[in-house]
Nanobody, 118 residues
Framework: QVQLVESGGGLVQAGGSLRLSCAASGSIFSINAMGWYRQAPGKQRELVAAITSGGRTNYADSVKGRFTITRDNAKNTVYLQMNSLKAEDTAVYYC????????????WGQGTLVTVSS
């Protein structure tokens, strides 16, 4: 199994920056890709950014040019650097670990709240 712990959420002003961290533990070898999702009240959970085991990244159009996902393999940690934050970025952000299919379902973090004041 894989456990994920997010940190770094908080209250920031529009235009500000925040960095989220997600530390993974457990069966790290089973992880194929990791990503960040977010869910605002009354809305569907959406993929924000993802990074594969090979280092390829993907971003939602709404955050391209503002958010950057990175990883530190030595620390088993993935980061989401969020710059030029907007009020519409306000959401609970969840770390996700997609595992190779034979190892089981995705792992999810508990979520960290990001609130951007306008």
């Amino acid at each position: 199994q894989v456990q994920l712990v997010e940190s770094g959420g908080g209250l920031v002003q529009a235009g500000g920056s925040l960095r989220l961290s997600c530390a993974a533990s457990g069966s790290i070898f089973s992880i194929n890709a990791m990503g960040w999702y977010r869910q605002a009240p009354g809305k569907q959970r959406e993929l924000v950014a993802a990074i594969t085991s090979g280092g390829r990244t993907n971003y939602a159009d709404s955050v391209k040019g503002r958010f950057t996902i990175t990883r530190d393999n030595a620390k088993n940690t993935v980061y989401l650097q969020m710059n030029s934050l907007k009020a519409e970025d306000t959401a609970v952000y969840y770390c996700n670990a997609n595992r190779y299919i034979d190892y089981g379902p995705d792992a999810w973090g508990q979520g960290t709240l990001v609130t951007v004041s306008s």
